[in-house]
Structure formats: structure tokens, C-alpha cells
């Protein structure tokens, strides 16, 4: 089956979740192509739960050591460079339309973001030891900040996508690697099954505390922040780099271009937890409850 994208092209169903020609053929390629090594690091969201984030803080959290004094923090490559260009996606940057992207100049350990679900993704990254740390968000601001970038991404001539239209194809799973809820039960299910390998992350306990969830993450990868480290502001700096605030008041951000033509201010509108309220009704919200409620019912998940 296939169905009008909210912006172009067309979503095609593969093996049980929604996928653009692009996606597709870069998700083939990868699958076909990428070997894991065992010190990889893959970040992995479904788009528009912060992937742009947890892009900048896994960066600053890995490469730490680097820029720890003054000096070196004014060439931190995060005040120059988008996090995009910094950590690529695998299907979407490295492995479209090339099969043997040069991926040597990548200093170990490599990082590498993606949107595949967990069972599209290359066999290499599940039978390696390498790690993956997924980052979920609430469905109804993922909806509604996906709504946004939709709009924002159409030609101005084929006019802004009704939000019930939009939310219509949201709840029957039709999002990019949608159905949403299979996306995440996917990467739940593997983080306690494997919680060495998968760390399964939330936005908004990001939000709440992001001092506790850094750390988190440096202990996951295997570089927990020293004692000297955790006293001399070094996790503080790092949250300070990456914060909304000060990554979209960056020249890079405010006025940068991706290669698929979004513009690097449209990764970040407002960056807040429940910013939905504004855009859709409480029926809206109560239909995506529903569906969620249904479709993670037995999980032990609650979003
Ligand atoms: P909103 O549209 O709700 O504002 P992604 O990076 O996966 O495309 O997700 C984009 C969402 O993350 C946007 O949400 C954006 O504003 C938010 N975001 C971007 N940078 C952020 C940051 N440094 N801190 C918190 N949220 C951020």
C-alpha cells in the first residue's frame, strides 16, 4: 500500500512501518552494507523527539575531554557546526546512494544517529556489541512538533496540512518509520531484553533533569564523568552548550541548510514538554491517549 506523504512523495508500508522512497533506499542500502564495529554508538529516534539534542549532548559528552579548558571550548565544533552535520544519520546521509561511504576520518568511538526501527536495522548492529540509546517522546508533542517541520518542509503552493488531517494519519501509524507506537515498543522491548546494549530515554524526564540523565548516559557508554569532573561544572557545561537557548541563538543554527533543503531553525521551534495544548483540542489529545493506551496496552510502557 502506499499514501500521499505530508509532504511529497509517497509513504510506502515495508515490513510493518511507513517509509519515503529515501528512507527506503537508504535503509536497504544500510541494511545491506553497514558493519558495526563493537565501540559504536547509534542514537536513535522516530523524528521530532529530540534527536537534534541528544545529537549535541552525545557529541559534548564523548569528545569532553577535548574541549575542557577555556580556550578549547571557544572551538568546540558544536558553535560551528550543526549537529547534524556533526552526528549523520546512517540511512539518511552516509548510506543513500553510496554503498561504501568513507567512514574512515570517523575517530572511534563512532557515533551515528538513525530513524530505522529496531527491526530494520543492518543485522551487523544487533549481532555486534556496539550500543544504541533511544529517545522517545510524548506522542502528542512529537505529533505536533511533526506537524510543524511537515508544513514547513511542503512547497508554499500545496498549502498547510489541517492538523486533523494530519492527526487522522498519525493515529492509523502513517508517520515517517511510523506506526509510532511500534517504533518505540520496538527499541522498549530491546532495552530489557538487553539492558546493556539499549538505553531507553524520555524527553521530558530530560527536561525535568537533565544533570541526573547525563550521566546516565556517560555511564551507559562506558565514560562516566569523574569525581573532579562532576565538580568542576564539566556536565553543567556540556547541558549549557546543548540547552534550546543557546543552540538556537547560534549563527550555524539560525541561518544553516541541510542538505535535504530543511533549514537548521526549523530543528528548533519552541522545545518544550506539552506545547501541544496549543495547536489541538482536548479531543485531539484524548484520541492519541486512546490509540497509545491500546497500542502499548501489556507493555508496561506509559508515554
Ligand atoms: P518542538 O517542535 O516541539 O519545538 P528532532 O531534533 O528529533 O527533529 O526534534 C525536534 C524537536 O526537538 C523540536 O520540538 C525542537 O524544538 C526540539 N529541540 C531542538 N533542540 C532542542 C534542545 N536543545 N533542547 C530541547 N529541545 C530541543
Known sequence: PSEEDW??????????????PRLFKGILTCQNHFQAHPSDILLVTSPKS?????????????????????DSQQRHPLLTQ?????????????????????????????????HMPYSLLPQS??????????????????FVSTWHFANRMR???KGQIPIQEGLDKFCRGVSVCGPYWDHVLGYHKASLDMPEKVLFMMYEQMKVDPHVHVRRLADFLGCPFSKE?????????????????????L??????????GAETKWFFRRGEVGDWVN???????????GVMEEKLHGSGLKL
Open 82 to 114: 550543526n549537529s547534524h552535520d556533526l552526528v549523520p544519520f546512517l540511512e539518511l546521509n552516509l548510506y543513500l546512494g553510496q554503498e561504501n561511504p568513507d567512514l574512515t576520518a570517523i575517530a572511534s568511538p563512532r557515533l551515528f544517529a538513525t
Open 251 to 260: 549563527e550555524v543554527n539560525k541561518c544553516g541548510k541541510l542538505w535535504t
Open 125 to 142: 548492529v544487533r549481532d555486534s556489541n556496539c550500543k544504541l540509546v533511544y529517545l522517545c517522546r510524548n506522542p502528542k508533542d512529537t
Open 229 to 249: 569532573e562532576l565538580r568542576d561544572g564539566t556536565v553543567e557545561g556540556i547541558l549549557k552548550m546543548c540547552s534550546f537557548d543557546n543552540m538556537s541563538a
Open 50 to 70: 529530540g534527536t537534534t539534542w541528544l545529537k549535541a549532548i552525545l557529541f559534548a559528552l564523548l569528545n569532553r575531554a577535548k574541549y575542557s579548558d577555556s
Open 7 to 20: 509532504i511529497t512523495a509517497s509513504f510506502r508500508l515495508y515490513q510493518g512501518f511507513w517509509l519515503s
Open 279 to 289: 495547536y489541538m483540542s482536548s479531543e485531539m489529545g484524548e484520541r492519541i491517549d
Open 155 to 157: 512547497p508554499e503552493e
